[in-house]
DNA sequence: CGGAAACTTGATCGAATTCAAATAAGGTGG
DNA sequence: CCACCTTATTTGAATTCGATCAAGTTTCCG
């Protein structure tokens, strides 16, 4: 939906950006690597991930158009974690160096880094919670349901319906199971009628029931 | 040491600040509450919390002297996470209001609170990775050296060992085990001579071990 | 000192993993 | 657009880690 720039409105200053396209499937960059840039998912899916040492993932959050890659890129150019493109993704680029400038100067900019922080910060206690406290089908219905909320304030979400691009891998990945396991799971949610899952696109059949399991332990 | 009035360094300012101490074990605000103030944890250890419909409770994060109870109190005075004293602490309050204006004059504060948003983060993340993929055992050690760590760059730590005023059942809600577990784990950790936990205090005593535990699976 | 909270230990159970193999879906080059 | 090859998904059986249930013991406060 339209070519939108990020919750920070940066594009309305004087910053210079740049836009950059990659395919599905591609590494944005790896762990590691070093960026002097800013950067805003304009469309796409992305995900962030993290590898343990035995080659396991584990995902920390997926990223969807107007998220900001990494707040910790306006400190430090070393990222910590990894982003791949889950669809075709385009996104914008500032440079640090400008941006800090501009911080200095208008608090604004500033007020509303802290603001999206505060909100990286509640989305990943949520995640804790469902990870520390819930069976496998409470955490992958709040997964849905939390998506379908962030989807959502971005007009991304049409008849309790939305675009859905995660393989069963990145659920499992990111809720901590095994892609049989999330099968499973799924299967059951499909056979009791809560969900439609199919084509890359998902639909709540029963915003009520999955609800209910999310909320259930 | 000393009396550590936060990371942020505001007391340096011409900032009001108001000193409050309260013993172990109380609850210094609830979920829900409301509050004009923005509280920094100068002496103890607190434990902020989530509470699930059930009653269990799941532990968002460990607070220690010059951590921020809550950033998200600068711009939002409803808490959405409960705080309890684990030992007896004592805090100081600033007023957001006044926080706020103070912000929007210099931004060196907003800085600072860009900084430890970033950091909150970066533990929740590393948390997210510990629940999803890692074992009971892994979990409690990686806890443990984190807790050092954190401790030992505000001068806490001595010849490995520190205050350790958290219970089983801290561990555990932090970590998303039971008590029963934890305490199997933890004297498993005694028996291998990894580390030593009595009077509320830890000394790590193969620090080497300790860490191969907490990178395993 | 007495009662409550915290910890320990054993037995049993169950949710999710692991291992293995079959089927389906997707992407690519010709 | 098809054939082929890779990547995803599904299904079953066996296993395991951690939960649950139940008692007993120890520690800690007030």
């Known amino acids: ?9 940066l594009g309305r200053g004087s910053l210079k950006q740049t836009h950059e396209v990659v395919r599905a499937r591609r590494t944005i960059h790896g762990a ?17 991930s993290m ?25 430090n150019g070393r990222q910590r974690f990894s982003v791949q493109s889950l669809t075709d993704v385009r996104y914008c680029m500032f440079s640090r160096k400008e941006l800090q400038k501009e911080m200095i100067d208008k608090s604004r900019v500033f007020q509303e880094l802290v603001k999206i922080c505060i909100a990286e910060k509640e989305q990943a206690d949520q995640i804790i919670v469902s990870l520390g406290r819930q069976s496998a089908a409470a955490r992958i219905a709040r997964l849905i349901l ?11 979400v049409r008849d309790q ?11 499992a990945d990111a809720m901590g199971l095994t892609t049989v396991h999330v099968s499973r799971v799924i299967n059951m949610f499909r056979k009791e009628g809560l969900v439609d899952i199919a084509q ?18």
């Open 1 to 9: 939906m339209s070519s939108f720039c990020g919750v920070l409105n």
């Open 32 to 48: 590691g690597d070093v960026t002097d840039d800013f950067v805003i998912i304009c469309e796409g899916w992305t995900a962030c």
């Open 51 to 75: 590898r343990l040492s035995d080659g396991r993932r584990q995902i920390l959050s997926f990223l969807i158009p107007g998220d900001p890659v990494s707040i910790t890129s306006l400190f």
């Open 146 to 156: 939390l998506l379908m909320e962030r989807l959502g304030t971005r007009g991304l």
């Open 161 to 171: 319906s939305f675009e859905f691009p995660l393989r069963q891998q990145h659920i």
């Open 200 to 217: 890359r696109r998902i639909r709540i059949l029963s915003l009520k029931e999955l609800q209910r399991v999310a909320d259930a332990k």
